[in-house]
């Protein structure tokens, strides 16, 4: 029987910084530009939390908490007892502030 791997090789997750802090939010976000620019295609499988977590030695409860603040997001889809996917359709969500100005009502015109 084959050996499992035990790097994972995401080629866009990039370097974690430990000295940073946060290294569950700098995994969450490494994660999402890599959904954002296509690098992790839809339908394409992450690996499994303990996986991932000893690839990059990080404890799983640091994966666990950026894979679940990525499934909040609707960047990442599991089941469970299934495996972590990039699902097909993702939600979109836009950081600019939205203005909202007033506009003449039907209550602004005057009276007939």
């Known amino acids: 029987m084959p050996r499992r791997q035990l790097v994972i090789e995401i080629p866009a997750l990039g370097a974690i910084d430990r000295n940073r802090g946060g290294i569950g939010r700098q995994l969450a976000e490494a994660l999402r530009n890599a959904i954002s620019r296509g690098e992790l295609?839809?339908?394409e499988r992450l690996p499994s939390t303990r996986a991932l977590a000893e690839s990059l030695g990080l404890?799983?409860?640091t994966v666990t908490e950026a894979y679940e603040q990525l499934m909040?997001?609707?960047c990442l889809d599991a089941q469970p007892g299934a495996s972590t996917?990039?699902?097909?359709?993702?939600?979109?969500f836009s950081t600019e502030?939205?203005?909202l100005t007033p506009t003449r009502t039907m209550l602004d015109?005057?009276?007939a």
Do not use: F, Y
Not at 85 to 92: E, H, L, N, S, Y
């Open 41 to 43: 295609a839809a339908g």
């Open 59 to 61: 404890s799983r409860g």
């Open 72 to 74: 909040a997001e609707g």
């Open 85 to 92: 996917k990039v699902p097909a359709v993702r939600a979109v």
């Open 97 to 99: 502030l939205l203005v």
């Open 109 to 111: 015109s005057p009276r």
